[in-house]
């Protein structure tokens, strides 16, 4: 009764540390030394193992641990025996004690040849481990050999792609300031465009004002000539008053005509006397006959009304041709005024004709020297268009030779290192002696911390 509470003081106490247990213990490690010590049998080693349902390895300690507590207190002996064996450090922890590797359960058992052969077995299987890590190892050296070569290939290939980034970014560049100044030439160009146009603009509108000028200075002309013949006019009707002032008749004229009329005054007075006298004859004499005196008389009024309508006549012709005189005079002097003007006015356009010509040969003139001298600027700026172009080229042709000549040195880089490379693992597959097994013992602290 005592050993069963023992046994189960022991387990419960075991109990306790059941989570690490299962965390850490591997049962394909103590079922060997347990099956030896004959705590388990062969079915519990292959229900532990091989068991389909149990495929988690903490599983697979949880139902180890159930059937050595079934044991008893054996069991548990043989249980921390093997941990003092292969988990030193997880047996420190769980009984307080260093491991003092005594085997007292195995020895009972199966006695010293019993412990020596299994001894062996661990020795051997820590061999073919060693081994096995050994060769794991190598074989993660190689892969670490292989992964540095493509580190290295990949840095390579990362040079060359921050070289064609750094020559995309240049090309870029290259292009933003082609762009630019692209953009400079094409604003210099409207500028030069709309300074031409503004100079064309005021040079036509100071030949529109000079031409305004011009017209005001002819009509000007045209007007002073204008008032040049009225003039002259004025003064030749001035000059005619002052003739015909001159031309009328004098005192002594008006005073011979005044005495002439007054001598025909007279006569006539002494012609209606001597008629009064006749007729007092006749009505005194009165023999005589009043056919001969009728007759005389009215010959004589007859003469008279004559010689007074020819004289009326002639002096009212003459009349008429003094007016037609002064009139033709007056016609003619105008008409040569006239021929005066218009010859003026055609000198005057004649001169405006010729001042436009020679404007409009000068403006010709001009224009083409213009034109001239902007096919030359074109064709300057094409040339040096065409020079920078061609540097350009130049310079591209030989960045892009330097390039190339960088990927071709970064290709050779890549093939030296691949050839160490490759050395270096043909210098890892030359076999090497590897027997050591001192480490068994701190790889399972490792693995028990």
Known sequence: MLEEDNDETCWNNLENFRVK???????????????????????????????????????????????????????FEAFLESLELYYPQLYKKITGKEPSRVFSMIIDTAGESGLSQLLMNEIMKLQSTVQEERRKAQELTMWLRTKEDTIREMWVRDSLLHKHQE??????????????????????????AMSYAKQSEEKSAALMKNRDLILEIDRLKHSLMKAEDDCTLERKHTMKLKHAIEQRPSHEVMWE?????????????????????????????????????????????EERRELMNTIYSLRKELQ??????????????????????????????????EAVLQQMEEVASERDQALLTREQFYMQYSKNLVERDTYRKQIRELGERCDEMQL??????????????????????????TSDLDDTSSRDSQEVS
């Open 21 to 75: 247990l299962i965390s850490v213990i591997d049962p394909s490690r103590i079922t060997p030394y347990l099956r030896q010590c004959k705590v388990i049998s062969h079915d519990d080693e292959e229900q532990v193992l091989n068991d389909p349902s149990l495929v988690m390895r903490k599983r697979k300690a949880g139902v180890l641990l159930d059937i050595l507590q079934r044991t008893g207190h054996k069991g």
């Open 167 to 192: 020559r995309a970014q240049k090309m870029k560049e290259e292009r933003d300031s082609l762009s630019k100044e692209l953009r400079k030439c094409k604003d210099e160009n409207y500028n030069l």
């Open 257 to 301: 005509i005044q005495q002439e009329k007054e001598l025909l005054l007279a006569k006539n007075q002494e012609l209606e006397n001597t008629l009064q006298q006749v007729a007092r004859e006749q009505n005194l004499e009165k023999s005589l006959s009043n056919e001969a005196l009728e007759n005389d008389c009215s010959q004589i009024l």
């Open 408 to 433: 071709q040195l970064f290709q050779k880089e890549s093939q030296l290192l691949a050839t160490e490379a490759k050395l270096k693992r043909l210098q890892l597959e030359l076999p090497t002696p």
């Open 320 to 353: 008429r041709s003094e007016v037609l005189q002064d009139k033709y005079a007056e016609e003619k002097e105008m008409l040569e005024l006239q021929c005066t003007s218009l010859r003026k006015d055609s000198q005057m356009y004649k001169k405006r004709i």
